[in-house]
């Protein structure tokens, strides 16, 4: 059973920083994706940006230059780093990782519970 958990988050001022981490995604034999999606109370779920398995990222407009996705493949770890932060980008983060549990699996999604981004002085 796949359980993501993601951690990091809290209370910034606008400008700061948080780097949000997920973890939990040793089951899964064969990751094709890894992002990190918010949703804003209110808002719909909105993708903020994504990391496949050859390297490629993609980042939603209002991140691009302030947030860093990256993955460590040794603690089966994806971060999210968030600088320049905005109150705007108060949310629920959550960490969602796509893939195969084994070779001959059917491609799913898993989400983590998410984690709270509050940004305000």
């Known amino acids: 059973q796949v359980q993501l958990v993601e951690s990091g988050g809290g209370l910034v001022q606008p400008g700061g920083s948080l780097r949000l981490s997920c973890a939990g995604s040793?089951?899964?034999?064969?990751?094709?994706?890894m992002s990190w999606y918010r949703q804003a109370p209110g808002k719909q779920r909105e993708l903020v940006a994504a990391?496949?398995?050859?390297?490629?990222?993609n980042y939603a407009d209002f991140v691009k230059g302030r947030f860093t996705i990256s993955r460590d493949n040794t603690k089966n770890t994806v971060y999210l780093q968030m600088n320049s932060l905005k109150p705007e980008d108060t949310a629920v983060y959550y960490c969602?990782?796509?893939?195969?549990?084994?070779?001959?699996?059917?491609?799913?999604?898993?989400w983590g519970q998410g984690t709270q981004v509050s940004v305000s002085s």
């Open positions: 969602n990782v796509g893939g195969l549990l084994t070779s001959w699996a059917s491609f799913r999604e898993y």
């Open positions: 040793e089951s899964i034999a064969i990751i094709m994706i």
């Open positions: 990391l496949t398995s050859g390297g490629s990222t």
